[in-house]
């Protein structure tokens, strides 16, 4: 791989990164470039419409149109329609739920000094509220990610012959209904968490494969799955879990498939020396700020894994730079 040539003035940038980023995701937070999106307003309207002062909004919107996010014309500013598709929350494919998730990932990136010097940021007591909050830009935030990605997937995992799936932490239901749609005979089991639950019904629902779909809420690391499936799928479920809470999980997922079922797993797949892909060694960086045990896993360490909870016909199905990597295994 090609060595990044670094000057002090590459190095500077990079430890400015977070500005244009912070502004970004102020910007987001506040849903400016929604209410920027119809028409232009000046920054007095705009205070007055997100109840802030008038000073810093300016400021703000000043910043963000020497970005090139905003555009400032005679003293009013507008989200242009280049760019308004992307950012307002009005827009279909909009990825306003991942840039907000990614402002509460900024939260948590916060304390990693505190956390490798072993010191264990102090949780906030959250109100339930914000943790819902949080829960749906999460959701919103990873079907904005996979929506594209999904019929790529499906394709490699190719379900032809497969009747009835597991969809372990299945979410908004995009892979769900990605394998519904591959293949017309499959019923597909969801299991989320109860509010995710809530989510997936009303997505699945609309796009109208509701009927096939058995939504089962519960907790993964208590509840044991369905039995009788012939596919589980843990779409970017391993990375948040220690290596015992994943031989845990394997085992349920054994004792939930059929003799000769298969189990596909979709994650950031490790080079042996951790540091590739890079999207994957960050990735381990945003798990140890968020989770007890969590983090990116090489081949090897997936299928040690699934070995001990008695897969066999372990292999690669792909490796990938970003969160790609298809992992499958079968139930003798």
């Not at 843990?234 to 031989?247: F, K, M, R």
């Not at 140890?288 to 699934?306: A, E, F, N, P, R």
Request: proline share 6%; charged share 20%.
């Amino acid at each position: 791989s090609v060595m990044n040539t670094f000057s002090p003035e590459t190095i500077l940038g990079l430890a400015r990164n977070f500005m244009e980023c912070r502004i970004l995701l102020t910007g987001a937070e506040l849903n400016l470039f929604t209410l920027l999106s119809p028409a232009p307003l000046s920054p007095e309207e705009i205070a007055a419409m997100i109840g802030a002062d008038l000073r810093a909004v300016t400021i703000l919107l000043d910043a963000l149109s020497a970005m090139g996010l905003l555009v400032k014309q005679a003293g009013k500013y507008h989200c242009p329609p280049s760019i308004s598709p992307f950012l307002s929350a009005e827009a279909s494919n909009s990825i306003l739920p991942m840039i907000l998730h990614m402002a509460h990932v900024w939260e948590r990136w916060s304390g990693l000094t505190s956390i490798v010097k072993g010191l264990r940021v102090q949780e906030k007591s959250t109100r339930s509220s914000q943790d819902a909050d949080e829960l749906r830009a999460f959701i919103g935030a990873m079907h904005v990610i996979a929506a594209p990605l999904a019929p790529r997937i499906v394709a490699a995992v190719n379900p032809g012959t497969s009747r009835t799936m597991l969809d372990v932490g299945g979410g908004s239901g995009v892979y769900a209904r990605a394998f519904l749609r591959a293949v017309p005979e499959m019923r597909c089991t969801l299991f989320d968490r109860p509010a995710v639950i809530e989510m997936a019904r009303e997505r699945l629902s609309k796009a109208g494969v509701l009927s096939r779909v058995n939504l089962t809420p519960g907790d993964f690391y208590r509840d044991e799955f369905p039995p009788g499936h012939d596919l589980a799928f843990l779409s970017a479920i391993i990375h948040q879990n220690s290596p015992e809470q994943n031989l845990n999980l394997y085992l349920k997922v054994f004792r939930a498939l059929v003799p000769g079922g298969r189990i596909v797993i979709r994650d950031h797949v490790m080079a042996s020396d951790r540091t590739r892909p890079k999207d994957g060694a960050l990735f381990a960086v945003n798990m140890l700020v968020s989770t007890t045990g969590g983090i990116t896993y090489t081949y090897g360490d997936i299928k040690d894994c699934l070995t001990k909870a008695g897969f066999i016909r372990i292999r690669l199905l792909q490796s990938g730079e970003h969160m790609d990597g298809l992992v499958e295994a079968f139930k003798p």
